[in-house]
């Protein structure tokens, strides 16, 4: 009993860990200005995407590809379908980052990708709970936490209302171009939909996990290996867009200025702390029980925007605000942080 309540609060509090790598990820977009959006994004792909999920599975589940041909097919093709998918989403939360900020691109984006990724799993791998307890409670905890993302989300729209303000200030400078906020608004909820098909491809992806543990492998490899599916098939829409627009724009000299070290540590900071977080939600999800994914992805969105929304504070995305303005926004964040408590609860009664 002490090592399951162990394993459990391990797990939560990597979830949580998970949430705030997620949240800051998109910071070094800030100093990114020398080059131009499709520089970043396809550097910081090509991290996340493609060189961790490859080193991960390597060296947790050398043995993938009997487990792959061993795992349903289905859940193989849930996974690579829903990252194709998850990718196009993975696009428009860049271009939304650059054009409206990072505090409320995040919000946004999480205020849906909340709903659906938390709800659908719970209605796939445990339909029964929905009745029970810890459904009840893992459904208030999500809706709790919508309701404290639309108060964010509300401040958001009050930002952009208020009379005088710099767009370029607004968003915190970051590397790409301001846009009208419909145009921003329009990319913020195609990345929060589509952002939920991540989570559903994982939950749907689930018996490639069993697969691996009756292999004779950890869940965390097993998990690996639905990030490599999931992961690589996403990069094909965004190394394709990002080649579109570095040819289009003349950006791939770019690649080669002089003193441009920085920048490539800056990409690489952000390729590990989204990457990183991803596999460390893979590792928590199993700790929480056979939930998981129900409980930890509220749990890191959440964690996810309340870090965002602190450190877009803190790099001027709301220096120019009303009062009024910011008091919605504290009060989104304290409704969410009751919404953390909530999930981290629901997890216990299982």
Known sequence: MIFA???????????????IMCGAFALPMKYLGRWTWENVWAIFI??????????????TAPGFAKILASAPHGA??????????????????????????????NTLVLALSASLGSFLPLGLLAPEKLGQPQGHAIILGTLVGIAGIACCGYAGLLRE?????????????????????????????GAGLLSAVFNIGYSSAQP???AAVRAGYSPFAGSNIIWLLTLTSGAVPNLCFCGY??????????????????????????????????????????????????IGWPLKLITGLLTANVLGYFIGEWKLTRAQDRRWMVGGLSVLLVAILILAWSSTLG
Do not use: E, H
């Not at 996974?79 to 939360?93: C, K």
């Not at 920085?262 to 991803?278: E, F, K, N, R």
């Open 5 to 19: 309540s162990t394993t459990l609060t391990l797990g939560i509090v990597l979830a949580l860990v998970a949430g």
């Open 161 to 189: 209302k208020s009379q005088g303000l710099d767009k370029d200030k607004l968003r915190g400078d970051m590397v790409g171009s301001a846009r009208p906020i419909g145009v921003g608004l329009a990319l913020c909820i």
């Open 76 to 105: 193989v093709a849930a996974a690579i379908l829903a990252g194709f998918a998850w990718g196009f989403g993975a696009i428009m939360f860049g271009q939304g980052v650059s054009a409206v900020g990072m505090s409320m691109t």
């Open 46 to 59: 090509l991290i996340s995407c493609v060189l961790m999920p490859i080193i991960f599975v390597k060296a």
């Open 208 to 210: 490639v996990l069993t």
């Open 245 to 294: 627009l570095l040819t289009k724009n003349k950006s791939w000299k770019k690649f080669a200025m002089p003193a441009s070290g920085t920048l490539y540590s800056l990409v690489v900071l952000m390729g590990l702390l989204w990457g990183g977080d991803i596999f460390l939600y893979g590792f928590a999800s199993p700790k929480i029980g056979k939930l998981g994914p129900a």
